[in-house]
């Protein structure tokens, strides 16, 4: 049997690593970017739609808007991180309960992750930044 009578699959490349995939894929299976529009209407499959957004925005920064973005979502997030632990320490002193401890954890897990957000958003976009300066064409 020849081979020009065999049927040709077809392949649609990933638009985020040029990863191939096999049509009906809602994900990429290399760097997981959504590749259908199922992607971003199921619930779950946009909260992983979502972090990958999240996760390029962190990770790879390559406009200042986008630095401006993670510090306005991430800084509210630190903000009122910091707020439920300011408030709740001094009742957590008075020793008025679990509710006020719980409250004041929840408050140092939301600071922890926007300040960690934040952080790593600048330096990694800090660092591309350099990295541009130092590898200028012409110098």
Not at 43 to 51: D, K, L, T
Not at 55 to 72: E, Y
């Amino acid at each position: 049997m020849s081979d020009r009578h065999l049927p040709v699959v077809q392949r649609a490349l990933c638009q985020e690593c040029l990863t191939p995939y096999t049509p009906g894929t809602h994900f990429c299976p290399k760097c997981g970017a959504p590749l259908s529009s199922f992607a971003t209407i199921a619930p779950w499959e946009r909260i992983q739609a979502e972090r990958h957004i999240f996760a390029n925005a962190a990770s790879d920064p390559r406009k200042p808007i986008t630095l401006i973005g993670v510090w306005l979502i991430f800084g509210a997030m630190l903000a009122s991180g910091l707020a439920l632990t300011i408030m709740c320490f001094p009742l957590q002193l008075r020793n008025l309960g679990v509710e006020s401890a719980l409250i004041a954890l929840t408050g140092v897990f939301l600071a922890f992750i926007g300040g960690f957000v934040i952080v790593r958003t600048t330096i990694n976009y800090l660092k591309k930044k350099r990295h541009a300066i130092d590898t200028e064409p012409g110098e």
